[in-house]
């Protein structure tokens, strides 16, 4: 279906009469009304569905949503919470939802043949940093005591898995195995922590076809728990730490369960964190609806690190339809701090990032990274010559998608030229780690070779 100003009356008057015969609304879907105001680009199919996980990083889609960003382009959107990121990728792919808030690694494991396989595309990035590395009461009693502290005698930051050490020596002298939690074998947060173990000397185990739980030699088990289960999780002993992505770190502390010890700003500076991800088949078919989702979740993006906004954005989010965590849990972290011991709330302005710094392109250097960590350990079983890294990134992200849509956001004045990147896709190298280890995008097989740490190339 074609939407333009001479049918937008008519697909209203619709989705009136199909909502007054009886439509129910789940509990964690929102459901919008007609546009607003029309795109110039003729919109292939305008009702659409989209995933999320409880997280403060979804908070694009609900921003799009609830500021008519969607409308805007013509769209009906409704976004629905999803139980679990497998659950996310099966219903992607069987295209039960049009669209998803994703891990950045899933549709690059599809694609690279790790797990349930398809093509699927990432035309947007939500967001960069956001993530925290907690552990238990237990678990902090016993790193402080090899933390370096402040005049103040608070710890200095980062902290590295170098005071986690003698913990795990203890627990293993106990004969107790040290295990800890990750979202998804995919995840950002299971390379994170891996990255932080593995820069201190800490295996963090790994991945073969035979064992898919990625604990060979293994100092550290490290196996997935859903995000807003983590504290629970913690506060039960079947894990004595985990990474996870917001408000499930500060919802520890608040909890007084646990301290988190580091955030992802500090093992790899920017990094980039969660996707928008479609199947390659959508966006073949809906071209202009997949240009059109992408301008709303720009403009979002924009939106969330204009000064002034984010208040708003964490009474939006604290919504049982969207993140549905308290207000102050929110605001610790989406509000430019971070709060670590209970009492400890330090300045971050860069924790949750969703639009400086170039955060709503997708470059391929990012997805080169995360296929390097795949490789790294184990779950690309092979060794892959450097051009294959380059051309599955391209096969995946999508910049010429963005970049349309950025550009006819700037013709409308809703954001300015320069803040479109001149571009080859590649990030410069950078040495912004916690270990200061060198990454550059274009030499993926002598990133891999660097770390003492996992498979060679």
């Known amino acids: 279906m074609k939407i333009t100003s001479l049918n937008i009356i008519t697909l209203f008057a619709s989705a009136v009469f199909i909502t007054s015969c009886g439509g129910k609304k789940k509990k964690t879907t929102t459901e919008t009304t007609a546009p607003a105001t029309t795109t110039s680009l003729e919109i292939e199919k305008p009702q659409l569905t989209f995933g999320f996980i409880k997280l403060t990083d979804m908070a694009p889609l609900a921003i799009a949503k609830e500021k008519g960003f969607f409308e805007e382009e013509g769209l009906f959107v409704s976004v629905e919470a999803q139980s679990n990121w497998k659950n996310i990728l099966d219903r992607v792919i069987d295209g039960q939802l049009d669209g998803s808030h994703m891990l950045a690694g899933q549709p690059i494991a599809a694609g690279a043949g790790f797990g349930r396989q398809a093509e699927l595309v990432t035309p947007f990035s939500m967001d960069l940093n956001g993530n925290g590395i907690t552990v238990s009461n237990k678990v902090w009693e016993g790193m402080k005591p ?143 609806t997949a240009v059109a989702v992408t301008k709303a979740l720009i403009r979002a993006g924009k939106w969330l690190d204009t000064p002034g906004n984010r208040q708003e954005a964490v009474e939006i989010l604290s919504k049982p339809e969207y993140v549905g965590a308290p207000v102050n849990v929110l605001a610790n972290s989406m509000t430019g701090t971070f709060e670590f011991e209970k009492g400890d709330k330090r300045e971050m302005p860069d924790f949750n990032v969703f639009y400086r710094y170039n955060a709503t392109y997708p470059f391929y250097s990012d997805a080169v990274w995360f296929l390097t960590q795949m490789r790294r350990w184990g779950q690309i079983p092979t060794e892959k010559p450097a051009d294959w890294y380059d051309t599955k990134a391209k096969e995946i992200y999508r910049p010429d998608i963005w970049i349309k849509a950025a550009k006819l956001l700037a013709e409308e004045g809703k954001i300015p030229t320069s803040d479109i990147p001149e571009t080859d896709g590649y990030k410069p190298a950078t040495t912004d780690f916690i270990d200061g280890n060198k990454y550059d995008g274009k030499d993926p097989i002598g990133y891999i070779n660097s770390f003492e740490i996992g498979n060679k190339n």
């Not at 950002?188 to 185990?205: D, K, M, V």
């Open 146 to 288: 090899h933390v370096k502290k402040d005049s103040d005698g608070k710890p200095v930051h980062p902290i590295s898995a170098d005071a986690l050490k003698p913990v795990i020596t203890a627990y293993k002298n106990e004969g107790k195995p040290f295990k800890m939690g990750m979202v998804f074998p995919v995840s950002t947060h299971n390379y994170e922590i891996r990255y932080w173990l593995a820069a201190s000397g800490i295996h963090p185990g790994m991945y073969s076809a035979d064992n898919i739980q990625g604990q060979i030699d293994a100092e550290v088990l490290l196996s997935v728990t859903p995000p807003p289960q983590m504290p629970a999780t913690l506060e039960a002993g079947t894990i004595y730490g985990y990474c996870v992505g917001e408000p499930w770190n500060q919802q520890a502390v608040a909890k007084g369960i646990g301290v988190p010890v580091t955030t992802n700003y500090d093992i790899w500076k920017n990094n980039p964190e969660k996707v928008f991800v479609m199947t390659k088949k959508f966006v073949e078919e809906n071209p202009n």
